[in-house]
């Protein structure tokens, strides 16, 4: 019980006297509500998911004196991000026969899967002024998901800039 | 008839293992809780796989709201006071001691400089209702390009972290990671949260 019995030390040297009964009471109420008062506190001011953090990293702006490296056109893959939620992609240079796609399992990364094999991949991320942040993110996600190693963001052309404004060929 | 003797004991009911109990869970909150940060605006971050914790100190946060304004935030209190004495100097702006020491304590804002002494004279309570316009990026007045040196200055230990709502333009985005491409920043973290379920459908 929530009692302090003083009276055990004081029979002990008093010998035969009568066993005093007395305890005493502590009340804990007030610490209890304390306890429970930072209890609440702590609970709700808490943060339990700590936010990931998705590491990026660009090339350096090379001076213009150097040119970026050439790349063949065979193992590159080009997603343009486009407005309302919308992925064309093209393979090589073909912007001519960019296809329509989306975010889904089934879209960037059946594309990124079927190109497994190829090491020497790289895939170019253009997202369009229309798209949002959160379209970014879930296309650099697809690429970590597929374990793409070449991967970098990049402006649109102006041919890219063209397919997403006007016509959308069918995917 | 004896008359029944009322039980005049109180009732003591035995709360010591509730107390226990409290008291074990006050100290583990106490010792895990990392409180909120009061941002102005609410940013619903996008949602990405990446398991990667992000480190608890010298980070330099900024933050993109879902309109487009930029607000900037650094942890750290000793060197946000170093900053703000530095950029003064800079921008010839003279902060008094009180504002030096309320621009450490200060989560994130997002005000041209020219603002900032008047919002850090206003009470905690006052800068609630403040509209906070956003730092300026664009190329003639980037103000965040300056932030940026400067606090890499004062701590060059600093990572980067971009914390924006998913519903963000992306031009808005790319105008930030051009400015620190510019001032030769090229690792730095996204802030997401954790996205469960379609990953494991995937493999």
């Known amino acids: ?171 | 008839m004896p008359k029944i003797k009322p039980n005049r004991a109180s009732p003591s009911l035995d709360m010591t293992p509730m107390v226990d109990l409290a008291f074990l869970l006050v100290t583990f909150f106490m010792l895990t809780t990392k409180f909120t940060s009061d941002d102005p605006v609410a940013v619903d971050m996008p949602k990405s796989i990446s398991e990667i914790r992000l480190p608890d100190s010298n980070i330099l946060t900024i933050l993109i709201s879902k309109d487009g304004r930029v607000f900037y935030n650094m942890d750290n209190k000793i060197k946000r006071a170093q900053l703000i004495k530095e950029i003064g100097t800079k921008y010839n702006i003279n902060f008094t001691p009180g504002q030096v020491s309320d621009f450490a304590i200060l989560s994130s804002f997002g005000l041209p400089i020219g603002n900032l002494p008047q919002f850090l004279d206003a009470t905690p309570e006052e800068r609630k209702l403040i509209e906070q316009p956003g730092i300026p990026t664009d190329s003639l007045n980037n103000q965040l390009a300056d932030w940026l040196v400067y606090s890499r200055m004062v701590n060059p230990q600093l990572r980067i972290a971009i914390k924006g709502d998913g519903a963000a333009n992306y031009p808005v985005v790319k105008r930030i990671i051009n400015t620190l491409q510019e001032n030769r920043i090229s690792r730095f973290n996204l802030i997401t949260n954790l996205e469960s379920g379609p990953v494991a459908a995937a493999q």
């Open chain 1, 1 to 171: 019980m929530a009692q302090i019995n003083a009276s055990s030390a004081e029979s002990k040297r008093l010998g035969k006297v009568r066993r005093k009964k007395t305890f005493i009471h502590l009340d804990m109420t007030p610490m209890v509500d304390l306890a429970f008062l930072l209890l609440t506190f702590f609970m709700l001011t808490t943060v339990f998911s700590k936010p990931q953090a998705l590491p990026l990293a660009l090339p350096d702006q090379p001076a213009d004196s150097v040119l970026p490296p050439v790349t063949n056109a065979k193992n590159v893959l080009t997603f343009v991000l486009g407005g309302n939620n919308r992925v064309y992609w093209y393979a090589g240079e073909d912007v001519s026969g960019a296809k329509l796609t989306d975010y889904s399992s089934a879209g960037i990364r059946r594309i990124l899967l079927a190109n497994r094999e190829n090491r020497k991949l790289w895939v170019f991320i253009k997202p369009d002024d229309a798209s949002s942040y959160q379209n970014v993110v879930t296309a650099l996600d697809e690429m970590a998901i597929a374990a793409v190693q070449h991967h970098s963001l990049a402006d649109l052309g102006p041919a890219e800039r063209g397919l997403v404004k006007g016509k959308v060929s069918s995917p």
